[in-house]
């Protein structure tokens, strides 16, 4: 039975076509391994240098290796999808474009509504991961900074602004509006300095591990290390904002998938033999939540190494910021193209050509989260999203494989449907396990959203006004 009329129009469709042919006010710059270091500079980071060693001290003990392979296994079965539609649609907007395409507007519209919020508070978490190491390293120089610059209201006597957070996340935004080019340089450099240290850190780490730290091996039960993959997991999903950048790949539909794959088995590789060392060096109860890697090289007589391992976290969790920043910009400035959003904001630079208006205002946001909440309230606010937006996507790659079999992809999803269908049942499982806050405040903004949508963006969506697109010439702003 066809479906009415007002169904049709209720979950109508962005076609492909009109995809491929929307013009871009972004600039085409990025080549496979600068895309590769992105997507490698958003998966490690703070899950090396902060949450290994925070789960394995109270969630997880010595089978946080084990968290890190089960979210990384959700996340990999879901990356196999990512790269199909970042053959197929190399554009802006990852998940939300893919749900619009597939799915419908409305499904788009939640992913990418969602993704706002949910990268915006991973760059304050992320940020403020930075302020902790910068504390560390402070202390090991003996330097004492004021009390009141050192962390959020409610997080310690004193305490004001976590500066060093908010400062973080406003450079982010500083370098993001010098031009992709010149951005993905810089993150390129810092990319290669954080695998240095992190290759470091598992060389010598090697010759301090200690058989007997590993026992027992599940402290907390095998629920442990499950309640670990649920909070290590926003530590193995970069790739997801990485490949918000499609639009600025010189050669998106070859370069792309292989950008997801490639930075995600060498981000997993190298978590795994971290967490081998860092549960091998210490045991579980005596590892230091917050900065971990540092305090167990110190605890074995090596504090210079601890501090220079604190010195390239500092500049290595830099690259996770850029990263998530990078992508939540590329979403809000998709969505504001389609009409979603006022287009306003998908304004561009004339020279450099990147959404500056969109790139300030997130700087601005994820510096308040960063410096005013402290980091369990921020943190409340991530990973929901991600996951819907992995089971949207997984959901998606099932439907348009059997809806159009015959288009040209550049990558296929092996074993379809199985892989897609691994990446959705981890996926769910994953968030059964997330705090009910996590429930209520994603519900909060989840009506906020409904409300936008409803009173907003359907009226003003350019499939709602006829499917034109702004040529790129005239989305562009001094």
Not at 100 to 119: C, M, Q, S, T
Not at 242 to 258: L, Y
Not at 314 to 333: A, K, N, P, Q, S
Not at 390 to 415: E, G, K, N, S
């Amino acid at each position: 039975m066809p479906a009415s009329p007002v169904m049709r129009d209720l979950f109508r469709r962005k076609p492909i076509e009109l995809v491929e042919e929307e013009g871009s006010g972004l600039q085409r710059a990025l080549g496979l391994w600068q895309l590769t270091a992105i997507g490698v500079g958003g998966i490690i980071g703070a899950g090396i240098f902060s949450l290994a060693g925070a789960v394995a001290h109270g969630t997880a003990g010595p089978a946080v290796l084990i968290s890190f392979l089960i979210a990384g296994v959700a996340s990999a079965a879901a990356a196999m999808s990512y790269a199909e539609f970042a053959g197929l649609i190399p554009k802006a907007g990852s998940a939300y474009t893919y749900g619009y395409v597939v799915l419908g507007e409305p499904v788009g519209w939640f992913i990418g509504w969602d993704l706002l919020l949910e990268y915006t508070a991973i760059v304050a978490v992320v940020a403020i991961g930075i302020s902790g190491y910068i504390e560390f390293l402070l202390e090991q120089l003996n330097i004492h900074l004021p009390v009141w610059m050192m962390g959020a209201p409610g997080t310690g006597d004193g305490h004001k602004i976590d500066l060093f957070a908010a400062l973080l996340c406003l450079l982010i935004a500083f370098l993001l509006n010098m031009g992709i080019k010149a951005a993905a340089r810089f993150e390129s450099v810092v990319v290669g300095i954080k695998v240095v240290v992190v290759l470091v850190v598992i060389v010598v780490g090697a010759f301090y591990i200690k058989s007997g730290n590993y026992s027992p091996y599940f402290p907390f039960g095998f629920g442990g290390a499950v309640t670990g993959a649920s909070t290590v997991f926003f530590a193995v999903f970069g790739y997801d904002a990485m490949s918000t950048a499609a639009e600025e790949s010189v050669d998106a539909k070859r370069h792309m998938p292989k950008a997801i794959i490639y930075s995600l088995v060498i981000s997993m590789v190298l978590y795994v033999l971290v967490c081998l060392v860092l549960t091998g060096m210490q045991k579980y109860t005596e590892i230091n939540p917050e900065s971990g890697l540092s305090s167990a090289f110190a605890a074995v007589g090596l504090s210079g190494l601890g501090s220079l391992i604190a010195a390239g976290a500092i500049v290595g969790i830099m690259t996770v910021l850029f990263t998530f920043m990078l992508g939540v910009t590329r979403v809000w400035y998709s969505m504001s193209r389609d009409g979603l959003l006022p287009q306003w904001f998908a304004k561009t630079h004339p020279v450099r050509k990147v959404p500056t208006r969109i790139t300030w205002i997130v700087g601005v946001a994820s510096a308040v989260f960063a410096g005013l909440l402290p980091i369990a309230q921020v943190a409340e606010l991530t990973n929901i999203g991600i996951l819907l937006a992995f089971v949207i996507v997984c959901a998606a790659v099932i439907v348009l494989r059997y809806r159009q079999p015959d288009l040209p992809r550049t990558f296929r999803t092996p074993f379809m449907p199985f892989i897609p269908l691994i990446g959705i049942v981890f996926s769910l499982w994953l968030i059964s396990y997330l705090d009910p806050v996590t429930w209520l405040r994603f519900a909060a903004w989840f009506v906020l959203g409904f409300v936008i949508y409803f009173g907003y963006s359907r009226r003003h969506s350019l499939l709602a006004r006829g499917g034109n697109h702004p040529p790129a010439e005239s989305t562009s702003v001094s």
